[in-house]
């Protein structure tokens, strides 16, 4: 969370929440969002274990609402092995199969071979996960706040060079969209609207 098509036409670029709060619209009136949004989103990962645990929930997300996500969380952390890559990376077929049977969790296989296949290529890295993909992160110098959902994109020219890279490298489920996403998450750009109280 959150590009452009996530967001339900006609939210309002700013809400404020029941303790006088002013945030991002997309927030809405969840209690989840609010804490999502003011501790977490855009809060800069700068950790390998933070960075993949990032990468496999926006890729279980896809097709879904990030609320979805939020709420199962505390699940995929738990059948996931707290997304310590070399955990997961030791998983195979065995564990697939009793994850397709977790109700708790997004029982789709593609996305859980995903998780399992990006853990391994993280595991292959020359460099470290937080490196690779900090390096592509804009350069904010001059950068316009934006000011309502409209002025976010859905990708950018550094998330389709993260995306490529990532891809080139075994990564799957990394498309341009979803990297844009994670960057907006991991602090690489800075989406909160103007007027938010994280806007700085």
């Not at 310590?84 to 789709?108: F, H, K």
């Not at 020359?126 to 001059?142: E, Q």
């Not at 859905?154 to 995306?163: L, V």
Request: glycine residues 8%.
């Amino acid at each position: 969370m959150t590009t452009t098509e996530e967001v339900p036409a006609g939210r309002p670029a700013l809400v404020t929440g029941t303790d006088g709060t002013v945030r991002c619209g997309w927030v809405g009136g969840d209690a989840d969002y609010e804490r999502y949004h003011d501790d977490e989103w855009g809060s800069g990962m700068r950790s390998d274990q933070e960075l993949y645990e990032k990468m496999c929930l926006e890729a279980f997300q896809a097709g879904l609402s990030w609320i979805t996500i939020l709420k199962r969380r505390a699940a995929l952390r738990a059948a996931f092995h707290g997304f310590d890559p070399a955990r997961v990376a030791g998983m195979g077929d065995r564990d697939v199969e009793r994850l397709l049977q977790n109700a708790d969790i997004i029982r789709n296989e593609a996305k859980i071979r995903a998780v399992i296949g990006n853990a391994r290529a993280v595991l292959e890295l020359d460099v470290p996960l937080t490196d690779l993909m900090w390096s592509f992160a804009p350069d904010a110098t001059g950068r316009a706040r934006p000011r309502s959902f409209e002025d976010l994109p859905a990708a950018t020219p550094e998330s389709t060079a993260m995306s490529r890279e990532l891809k080139r490298r075994g990564f799957r489920f990394v498309g341009p969209t979803t990297m844009y996403a994670l960057m907006q998450a991991a602090g690489m750009v800075d989406d909160h609207i103007e007027g938010c109280w994280l806007a700085r």
